[in-house]
Nanobody
Framework: VQLQASGGGSVQAGGSLRLSCVGS????????VGWFRQAPGQEREFVAV????????YYANSVKGRFSISRENAKKTAYLQMNSLKPEDTAVYYC?????????????????????WGQGTLVTVSS
């Protein structure tokens, strides 16, 4: 599975962005897809994940109510809609696919659970 992330940019606080993650390969639709982010000098952190059913999704507490993850399996694409952005959301955002299905939410909070990664896309939020 190969992934290509896009949609990053610079916005003011309170603004919105939508990130896209386009996958290739016959098995993309069978993998949970997650978004992680990494700010300078910080570790990569979980943002959101959506299961292969395109319904079940989990979010980090820091983004609940502001971010929404979705996927269109027919297009092999996952999205991260980010609203009410804050300066602390500034980071490089990565999409990733996990080879494992049916695990607990906690399992997918760990970036080691994801084996396929796209390149990052930078999101900068100014105050």
């Amino acid at each position: 599975v190969q992934l290509q992330a896009s949609g990053g940019g610079s916005v003011q606080a309170g603004g919105s962005l939508r990130l896209s993650c386009v996958g290739s390969g016959r098995t993309f639709n069978f993998h949970p897809v997650g978004w992680f982010r990494q700010a300078p000098g910080q570790e990569r952190e979980f943002v959101a994940v959506i299961m292969e059913d395109a319904i079940t999704a989990y979010y980090a507490n820091s983004v609940k109510g502001r971010f929404s993850i979705s996927r269109e399996n027919a297009k092999k694409t996952a999205y991260l809609q980010m609203n009410s952005l804050k300066p602390e959301d500034t980071a490089v955002y990565y999409c990733a696919a996990s080879p494992n299905v049916g695990y607990s939410e906690t399992y997918y909070h760990d970036h080691y659970s994801f084996h396929f990664w796209g390149q990052g896309t930078l999101v900068t939020v100014s105050s």
